[in-house]
């Protein structure tokens, strides 16, 4: 390799870490344009029509305020990683600084309040909570002391007995469950029909029990339990054919002639 081409390597890493070391500013700010509703504000019945801040913030903040400024940095920075397509028109008065408009991708449409009020979007925020973001600056201390996890380090116990005690964090997991398994299963029960001979099926760390309510729309012969834990069970919806039971699964699971285990159980807990 010449010296110029060392330099160039070098210059390229120095780039790359500077990149990593700011990684952060992605996530905050996908966290933040959920916080302000802003793909549900550019949805609207699926026009998905490019808006600029300014209009934008007029359907965020329909009284008013806000800073067009400071959402465009959020909405370019998002642009840049494929959540929104940034529009220019650059025939205006002003070519050096061209009208920038903004419409959702695939990957922005995700976000989006679908007719059953899902989304990815309390997926977002689910990640992003208080308590476990107390506990990201930790992970180093799952190599110095491993005896107990980040998040029990931070929070003084662990994360789904943390969530059950607060209701609102509760319904922040079960509404993010729901929000990414329902159109997981949805392709799952397209393709595998594994699950027809099935009389009595055990869905373990099954959440709200979204998983079961579709497995037994499209096997209704199915007799379904809806198994976790009691603070999360105490606040599942009622679904016709699906009994919820709380419990431990670590210390016994309700018979069944076969087991549904779906997404992280294990290696969450
Ligand atoms: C990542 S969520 C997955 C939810 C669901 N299976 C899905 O795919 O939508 C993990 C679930 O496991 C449950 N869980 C965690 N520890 C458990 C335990 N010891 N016994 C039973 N359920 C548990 C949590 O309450 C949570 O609902």
Known sequence: MGDVQRAESSNKARLAIMELA????????????VRLNVPDAIWQGGAN????????LSRVLPSGGGDPENLQRILRMLTSYGVFDE?????????HSPERKYSLTDIGKTLVTDSE???YAPYVLQHHQDALMRAWPLVHEAVLNPTSE?????NGEGAYSYYGKKPEMNGLMQKAMSGVSVPFMRAILDGYDGLKGV????????????????IL????????INFDLPEVVAKAPSIPGVTHVGGDM???IPAADAIFMKVNVIYFT
């Open 117 to 119: 009020g899902l989304s």
């Open 150 to 154: 980040p998040f029990v380090k931070a």
């Open 49 to 56: 029509t490019p808006l600029s801040v300014v209009q934008i």
């Open 87 to 95: 529009h220019l028109n650059c025939s205006g008065d002003d070519s």
């Open 22 to 33: 700011n990684m952060i500013s992605v996530p905050m700010s996908l966290n933040a344009i």
């Open 199 to 214: 009389k009595r099926l055990v869905d373990v760390g099954g959440s709200a029990g979204d998983c079961l309510r579709m």
């Open 250 to 252: 670590f210390e016994s």
């Open 217 to 224: 729309q499209k096997y209704p012969h199915v007799e379904g």
